[in-house]
T-cell receptor, first 113, second 115 residues
Framework: DAGVTQSPTHLIKTRGQQVTLRCSPK?????VSWYQQALGQGPQFIFQ???????QRGNFPDRFSGHQFPNYSSELNVNALLLGDSALYLC????????????FGNGTRLTVT | AQKVTQAQTEISVVEKEDVTLDCVYE???????LFWYKQPPSGELVFLIR??????QNEISGRYSWNFQKSTSSFNFTITASQVVDSAVYFC????????????FGAGTRLAVHP
């Protein structure tokens, strides 16, 4: 049973560029959330997708957008990259029931130069 | 407001020592969930345990044990007889019942276990 898979593992981009990160949820999970983890900090919630809609959003600018597909996989897009966007981006999947544990992927390490 | 505080930034122990990682949380909800995750150098966050706000029973799983005390808003994690493989960053997290499982994480505690 595959867990949460993310691609790519690493990315290097230049300021102003755009990036797309991809995530496949754990089998049976219908909810996908994205988190940003800066070096030495805890993960910060970006947004969550359920039934192909953004259900909840954290305190991130509109440059961060996403999508969920009918097979529950998801993409995170970041436009107009800033140096401060350099971080580990974690995708997590879960069931929709309250208190369901989130299962995380290995993350995508994004470096903006 | 929701908040999770892990006051210990780094802890260093020698193998076989017991170590306790502290977690204090803030929430106005009466129904909430608390979690511990382990993050090894590979980066993946590994789920360790979940407690709901109505269950204050302590839990033990092998060398791991958790102490949940609502009176002090704490959810501490103890590793007994630590091993080098326990070296990682450990995160405590909170989700509220109406929050669609959105996790609020603490800053994490880096545990280094030396042989």
């Amino acid at each position: 049973d595959a867990g949460v898979t993310q691609s790519p593992t690493h990315l290097i981009k230049t300021r102003g560029q755009q990036v797309t990160l991809r995530c496949s949820p754990k089998s049976g999970h219908d909810t996908v959330s994205w988190y940003q983890q800066a070096l030495g900090q805890g993960p910060q919630f970006i947004f969550q997708y359920y039934e192909e809609e953004e259900r909840q959003r954290g305190n991130f600018p509109d440059r961060f957008s996403g999508h969920q597909f009918p097979n529950y996989s998801s993409e995170l897009n970041v436009n107009a990259l800033l140096l401060g966007d350099s971080a580990l981006y974690l995708c997590a999947s879960s069931l929709g029931t309250p208190g369901s544990p989130l299962h995380f992927g290995n993350g995508t390490r994004l470096t903006v130069t | 407001a929701q908040k999770v505080t892990q006051a210990q930034t780094e802890i260093s122990v020698v193998e076989k020592e017991d170590v306790t990682l502290d977690c204090v949380y803030e929430t106005r909800d009466t129904t909430y969930y608390l979690f511990w995750y382990k993050q090894p150098p590979s980066g993946e966050l590994v789920f360790l345990i979940r407690r709901n706000s109505f269950d204050e029973q302590n839990e033990i799983s092998g060398r791991y044990s958790w102490n949940f005390q609502k009176s002090t808003s704490s959810f501490n994690f103890t590793i007994t007889a630590s091993q080098v493989v326990d070296s990682a960053v450990y995160f405590c997290a909170l989700s509220e019942a109406g929050g669609y499982n959105k996790l609020i994480f603490g800053a994490g505690t880096r545990l280094a276990v030396h042989p």
